[in-house]
């Protein structure tokens, strides 16, 4: 089942308009809550940019792990090793051609990542303030 921000992308994209989703509003919840005016007990989850592309611009799309490798039927398959050393190889394309400096492979780049968000968290800090979680 769709969701709204696939809904609305889909519908913008009809009318000529692009969109881009943001899920890193989870490391800024704070900031984006204030910003929002969010009320107690609300938080957001994504964050949605829909306009008009910059023809001007060349655009590049991060490529993605295959299907093969998320989509999972009525249970996780956990051999999905040949295909995230696949996808090792095509973002280390990636980030040269968009000139980012990650240290490492997309694995353990996102291994570093979690694990530093894993404790104390600004999303964990938010959730214990705003919904009582420890």
């Not at 969010?38 to 799309?61: D, H, Q, R, T």
């Not at 968009?98 to 353990?108: H, I, P």
Request: hydrophobic share 35%; proline share 4%; net charge neutral.
């Amino acid at each position: 089942m769709p969701h709204s921000g696939s809904e609305c992308s889909y519908c913008g994209r009809i009318i000529g308009f692009r969109h881009g989703l943001y899920w890193c509003i989870a490391n800024n919840v704070i900031r984006v809550s204030a910003e929002l005016q969010l009320p107690n007990g609300v938080f957001p989850v994504f964050g949605l940019c829909v306009g008009y592309p910059n023809s001007e611009k060349k655009i590049a799309v991060k490529p993605r792990l295959s299907q093969q490798a998320v989509l999972h039927h009525e249970v996780y398959q956990p051999n999905v090793d040949t295909e995230v050393e696949s996808y090792n190889l095509v973002m280390t394309e990636f980030y040269k051609q968009q000139n980012m400096n990650v240290d490492g492979t997309w694995a353990k780049h996102c291994s570093d990542r979690i694990q530093a968000r894993a404790t104390n968290s600004e999303l964990q800090v938010f959730l214990a303030q705003r919904f009582g979680f420890d």
